[in-house]
């Protein structure tokens, strides 16, 4: 039971400002890798010593070993206690909420979120702290400066811990509370929804799938779904996680959620639809023949949250991430609330969240959430939609007419370019970014430059300012263009263009997404002179 030190060579850990390490599967399983990650984070907050900690992930492969390395980690470290979801499962936003209800020291999450799973795919891990939220960049840069020069860690030799009981175990002095993942959440979700009208909603013939995209949230789904509301048995797809998640990506777009996708466009499928993440924090919503994108499920989830009991009292602001659309401003206004723009990633939130300044929040890239944690939420997001249709009883394609009819229609697409080699992109973002200030009144594609910047945000909490968060260009018709690399892909470079196009409450609101945007697509891709910086003219990706 002895702690050991073991001698390791320091590596490049997780990147300052990020919110976790994500790398290949087998990388992790080299000897000493997850250890060190788990030994810098132990040292970057000053040592565990006393401290308890959440421990738990979304089930992929390596996910119980390293579940039980953590543990025995903590256990070398001087942990007074660790709380462990059964099965060494948890969802994101369940670690988080776990984390805040026992008022623990913070938490480590096993995920690398929708990427694939297995021994040749990937896997991540993320600390998050005690408020619940992702690592702030101050830790993140302490823990990367700590993975270089880290010499050794601390490990118990002791047997494996029985993940599957739920009980209470000790190694030493620490304590080990194997908990339901599910128990603690459920609770927190029916204090926010109204249980009672959405379980009439179901047994009066309303009609749903879930994906769980064999990923963390099957059992939550399953239990608060068909077990507490009384969807009927069925209801989630994909319901039990796997390793591999039945060899897909847990990623919750039509693309990846094709299945599903295509039996909600029957005109005979089922009234709502939605997907999970493989952790558990994006979310997916489709009704009948309605596809509505993350960035309008954000401004109907708070223009309509007053719906909720937990919510009735109002918002006190909304905060969007600056490429999701401006469609959640425009309820911001005329809930005379504030809204705020941040730079992608959630942790941007979670100042705003800890100040009150707003109650929700969310990403294009399909994350949504609110005060009740920390981090986006999947099945919070399709349980205020269920209590939202509860109320209204009317479809969701209608409830998006009304909502466009009363605030105007913020057509929208994100094109993603995978890949692309990371030379050729640093080469056309400085060209990009050399000419900015030369393009107001250019036009491209018909398209008329009224101005445009690079996006840097100053926290109106803390007062940190971030820069280069991504360029954005405004059109005088109401269109908008973005461009960022993503800061999470793993191989190369991947171009981001997020597409937008407003018309106003009295326009036609009927257009196909993609020709509702070809001006302002052919107009960016001029601007970042994509062909000829890289040999690509379609996009791999478009959500
Ligand atoms: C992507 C999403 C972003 C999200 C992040 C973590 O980051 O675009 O909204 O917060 O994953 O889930 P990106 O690859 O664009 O940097
Ligand atoms: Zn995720």
């Not at 002095?173 to 029916?190: F, Q, R, S």
């Not at 949504?368 to 969701?396: C, F, M, P, Y």
Request: net charge negative; aromatic share 8%; hydrophobic share 40%.
């Amino acid at each position: 039971m002895n702690p050991i030190n073991i001698p390791t060579q320091p590596f490049e850990g997780q990147k300052p400002g990020t919110s976790g390490l994500r790398k290949k599967t087998r990388i992790f399983m080299e000897s000493g890798y997850l250890e060190n990650f788990v030994q810098a984070t132990f040292n970057a907050i000053g040592g565990a010593k006393g401290k308890t900690f959440v421990i738990g992930g979304d089930g992929r492969y390596f996910n119980d070993r390293a579940v039980q390395t953590i543990i025995k980690m903590a256990a070398a470290n001087g942990a007074k206690g660790v709380i462990v979801g059964q099965g060494g499962l948890l969802s994101t936003p369940a670690a988080s909420h776990l984390i805040r209800l026992n008022k623990t020291d913070g938490g480590f999450i096993l995920s690398a979120s929708h990427n694939p799973g297995g021994i040749d795919e990937d896997f991540g891990i993320k600390f998050n702290m005690a408020n619940g939220g992702p690592a702030t960049e101050t830790l993140t840069n302490g823990m990367f400066e700590e993975t270089k020069t880290i010499s050794a860690f601390s490990i118990v030799e002791a047997a494996n811990i029985d993940l599957l009981a739920i009980s209470r175990q000790s190694i030493g002095d620490m304590t080990i509370e194997i908990v339901d993942p599910v128990e603690d959440y459920k609770i927190l979700m029916a204090s926010l929804f109204d249980f009672e009208k959405i379980r009439s909603l179901f047994s009066n013939g309303f009609t749903m799938r879930f994906d769980a995209m064999h990923a963390v949230t099957g059992p939550y789904a399953k239990a608060i779904l068909e077990d507490a509301l009384g969807a009927s048995k069925g209801t989630v797809l994909n319901g039990v996680p796997s390793e591999d998640f039945g060899k897909g990506h847990p990623d919750p777009n039509p693309v990846w959620a094709k299945e599903l996708m295509d039996l909600m466009m029957r005109d005979d499928g089922p009234d709502f639809g939605a997907a999970s993440d493989g952790d558990g924090d994006r979310n997916m919503i489709v009704g009948r023949n309605t596809y509505v994108t993350p960035s309008d499920s954000l401004a109907v989830l708070a223009a309509n949250a007053h719906l909720a009991p937990g919510y009735k009292s109002g918002l006190s602001g909304i905060a969007r991430s600056m490429p999701t659309s401006g469609a959640s401003d425009l309820v911001a206004e005329k809930l005379g609330i504030g809204s705020f723009e941040t730079p992608t990633g959630w942790k941007f939130f979670g100042n705003l969240l800890d100040a009150g300044k707003v109650t929700i929040c969310g990403e294009e890239s399909a994350g949504t959430g609110s005060d009740h944690v920390r981090e986006k939420d999947g099945l919070w997001a399709v349980l205020l939609w269920l209590n939202i249709l509860a109320e209204r009883k009317q479809s969701v394609a209608s409830i998006m007419a009304d909502h466009w009819k009363e605030f105007g229609r913020n057509y929208y697409s994100r094109h993603d370019y995978e890949a692309i080699p990371s030379n050729a992109a640093d080469r056309m973002f400085a060209n990009l970014i050399g000419k900015l200030n030369n393009l107001a009144s250019k036009k491209f594609a018909g398209e008329k430059v009224q101005s445009a910047d690079e996006f840097s945000y100053h926290d109106p909490v803390d007062g940190s300012v971030s820069e280069h968060q991504g360029v954005r260009i405004f059109f005088n018709s109401g269109g908008r263009a973005v461009f960022r690399l993503s800061g999470t892909g793993t191989e190369g470079a991947t171009l981001r263009i997020y597409l937008e196009q407003y018309v106003a409450a009295n326009g036609d609101h009927t257009l196909q997404t993609q020709l509702a945007l070809k001006n302002v697509s052919q107009a960016a891709l001029d601007i970042i002179e994509l062909t000829s910086f890289t040999d690509r003219t379609q996009p791999d990706v478009m959500t």
